[in-house]
């Protein structure tokens, strides 16, 4: 893999949002050299949006996730037309961006697992996804409401 490629996996990170079995075992696996690190990247990325998935599933599931975006995102990644965009200051994401490459595809387009605990985890983080979009929103609104009472005050003044 190109030093080139952004980030490096956040080990204590990773530590926290695995389980506490499945996080030794992919940690020795990337020690052994028998995983790509930017596997264990695509786990941190993945955690922020799923974390009840990333934190109940254990590492075989994990990998069968994970490796093969590791796998679609690395050829375009160590290609050299990305080595060129990254001389012109373009980030990976952007690069992976621009060939189309969905960030989620192995976990939510087309995962490779179909267990129950996997569905029951993804509806959570769904649903948990939901719930703070909806809190934001509401929130949003309310601070847009208090800026408008502020405004009209002002008008009267």
């Not at 990337?30 to 254990?58: C, F, H, M």
């Not at 952007?94 to 960030?103: F, S, V």
Request: hydrophobic share 40%.
């Amino acid at each position: 893999m190109s030093n080139r490629i952004e980030s490096y996996p956040n080990i204590e990170r990773l530590r926290m949002i695995l389980n506490e079995i499945a996080f030794h075992q992919i940690h020795q696996l990337w020690v052994d050299k028998k995983i790509p690190q930017y596997s264990l990247i695509i786990l941190e990325r993945w955690a922020e949006i799923y974390p009840n998935t990333i934190k109940a599933l254990g590492m075989s599931e994990l990998m069968t996730l994970a490796l093969p975006q590791a796998e679609m995102e690395l050829e375009i990644l160590e290609s050299k037309e990305a080595e060129q965009q990254r001389i012109q200051g373009i980030t990976d994401m952007e690069i992976l961006a621009e060939a189309q490459i969905n960030l989620n595809h192995f976990i939510a387009v087309k995962p490779q697992i179909y267990s129950p605990l996997f569905q029951e985890m993804m509806n959570q983080d769904k649903k948990q996804t939901q719930e703070e979009t909806i809190n934001n929103q509401y929130w949003g609104l309310q601070q847009e409401m208090m800026d408008l009472k502020e405004e009209a005050s002002n008008l009267k003044n």
